[in-house]
């Protein structure tokens, strides 16, 4: 038939635009493809609608150009009207589309187009294999509305029936979020987790609605309101009306993210204009400022330098550095970003706050996903725990990354509709993670160039020995264990997929991944071989 589809700016039911659809005989219609239906997984969605259209709105699953399962929704009105759907799929398709039509002679405004398996609506609305791959990496604390998609975030417009809350326009990323992962959601994804939530404010340095500071300021007010107000204040009445009455009690809270371009003294500025509200509200939050993203002294116009002098040391608990190293600096980059480690703990210890611990809220390789990547996150894992005194919190960045994205190919969790693989980095994180001790040890031995740390358990049965070769010859590695420790067991996973390029995709998520080889004990000195760009875990059983 004669139609056709535009966006239309006219009366849009929640945001700036809407789709018109428009067809004088036959079907006109849009299509989304990249969909996965599992058999037997009901899905439900819906749409919102107004215009005009006597045959209704039909709404079709489809494999291909066959149509699995079709509906009709009633005609729609003149005022906006939710419609709802679902259908339950009687095979697995891989690569299904919807489809939403309108017939004979209709014109039809459609809006808030949703869809999703009863398989996600049991994990509060997240993709199970997803929310897998995430608690996979056990993190402490997850940073959100994280990095630049901070700059333009109006937390207010994430809040609420979806129906009602804005679309952020995040251009920088090419993209439209349509809010639904808003505060409510976030913090019920960090409870799903056993994960701390971190906040980061929008204090308008990137902002386009041209606010004075103050209003920034009431902005950033209200949100710790509801999230920890009591249910009788203003907002926390707001989140007890959107089912939350308990207050979140979120502790951490960043000032900002990535506030180059202010100039160091104009964002020290700011942090003394932000934080004594915020802590005179909740006295007990945790506040990190933003630190350079350099391993040099200097970097950014003495940023770190700046902001660890002077009296704004005492208004905040933690400086958020970032840092991406070049890929092909996988072993020299760790030890750059160790030193500046140094350098930052010698300024912390002489300022006017010598309690100060460094946050690094992000950190990876740039646009790399191959064995690189998780050389580099081993080597600074290791960092991580040998600098311990200084170094608190650790986020990694990309985390989550569908495979169509153009760019920032270096996340950890990379998907699309039909599955999802770890990057090797991940793959090392979690290797790590599995093997974490809380107690760091003095490791003994002749490492030839090995990065390694020893760390023990609380109970000191059991000792974990972390390395890393990223040389390219093979390194035999002896450890004595001091102390009047005996050790008894001696297991191995390595990581050595033998080329730098190696990497896992959908089609082998496993490629890159830990395997068992063999640690020998002689007396109380463990001995180890790593092969050339390798890293692996040691398990030590140990008595007393």
């Not at 599995?434 to 990065?451: E, I, Y």
């Amino acid at each position: 038939g004669n139609g056709g589809a535009a966006l239309d700016a006219k009366q849009p039911l929640n945001s700036d635009l809407s789709l018109h659809l428009m067809v004088s005989g036959g079907e006109s219609g849009v299509v989304q493809k990249g969909l996965r239906l599992t058999r037997n997984d009901r899905v439900r969605g819906s749409l919102w609608a107004r215009g005009a259209g006597s045959q209704g709105v039909v709404v079709r699953l489809l494999d291909g150009e066959k149509a699995l399962t079709e509906t009709t929704l009633p005609p729609p009105t003149a005022a906006w009207k939710e419609y709802a759907f679902d259908f339950t799929p009687s095979v697995t398709v891989n690569n299904a589309s919807i489809q939403i039509g309108i017939k004979g002679k209709a014109n039809v405004w459609l809006d808030q187009v949703s869809l999703m398996a009863d398989s996600s609506r049991e994990m509060g609305g997240f993709r199970p294999d997803l929310l897998q791959a995430v608690a996979g990496m056990k993190a402490p604390i997850i940073r959100w509305p994280g990095g630049s998609f901070v700059g333009n975030y109006r937390w207010k417009d994430g809040i609420g029936p979806q129906s009602k809350r804005r679309v952020y326009p995040a251009t920088i990323w090419d993209d439209r979020d349509t809010n639904s992962l808003g505060t409510d959601e976030f913090i019920a994804l960090c409870r799903r987790l056993g994960a701390e939530p971190l906040l980061v404010i929008n204090i308008g340095h990137r902002d386009n609605r041209g606010l004075e500071r103050p209003a920034y300021i009431q902005e950033a007010l209200d949100w710790m309101e509801y999230c920890n107000g009591p249910a009788d204040s203003r907002w926390g009445k707001v989140r007890a009306a959107n089912g939350h009455p308990q207050p979140y009690n979120v502790k951490y809270w960043e000032i900002g993210n990535e506030t180059w371009a202010m100039g160091a003294d104009a964002y020290v500025q700011a942090v003394k204009d932000f934080v004594p509200p915020m802590r005179k509200k909740y006295p007990s939050v945790k506040i990190a400022v933003c630190g350079g993203h350099n391993t040099s002294a200097g970097n950014e116009g003495n940023w770190d330098e700046t902001l660890l002098q002077g009296d704004v040391t005492k208004l905040y608990d933690y400086l958020s550095i970032h840092h991406y190293e070049n890929a092909d600096r996988f072993g020299e980059g760790v030890q750059d970003f160790d030193d500046h480690f140094v350098y930052l703990r010698d300024l912390i210890r002489a300022s006017q706050n010598p309690k100060i611990k460094l946050y690094v809220s992000e950190w990876n390789v740039r646009e790399a996903s191959d064995w690189r990547c998780g050389l580099y996150a081993a080597g600074l894992l290791n960092v991580f725990e040998r600098r311990s005194d200084v170094v608190e919190i650790g986020g990694p960045a990309l985390f989550m990354r569908h495979v169509s994205a153009p760019r920032w190919d270096n996340a950890f969790i990379n998907f699309d509709q039909t599955g999802w693989f770890p990057a090797p980095n991940y793959v090392v994180m979690k290797l790590w993670h599995d093997n974490f001790a809380p107690n760091l040890l003095a490791a003994a031995g002749d490492a030839k160039g090995v990065n390694l740390t020893a760390t023990k358990s609380e109970k000191g049965d059991r000792v974990y020995l972390k390395a890393v070769n990223p040389g390219k010859n093979a390194a035999t590695v002896k450890v004595e264990m001091t102390g009047g420790v005996k050790l008894r067991r001696a297991a191995m996973q390595l990581v050595a997929p033998g080329s730098l390029s190696s990497r896992n995709s959908l089609e082998h998520p496993a490629a890159v991944a830990p395997k068992p080889v063999q640690a020998s004990l002689q007396a109380n000195t463990v001995i180890f071989t790593l092969p050339p760009i390798s890293a692996g875990v040691v398990t030590l059983d140990a008595v007393r």
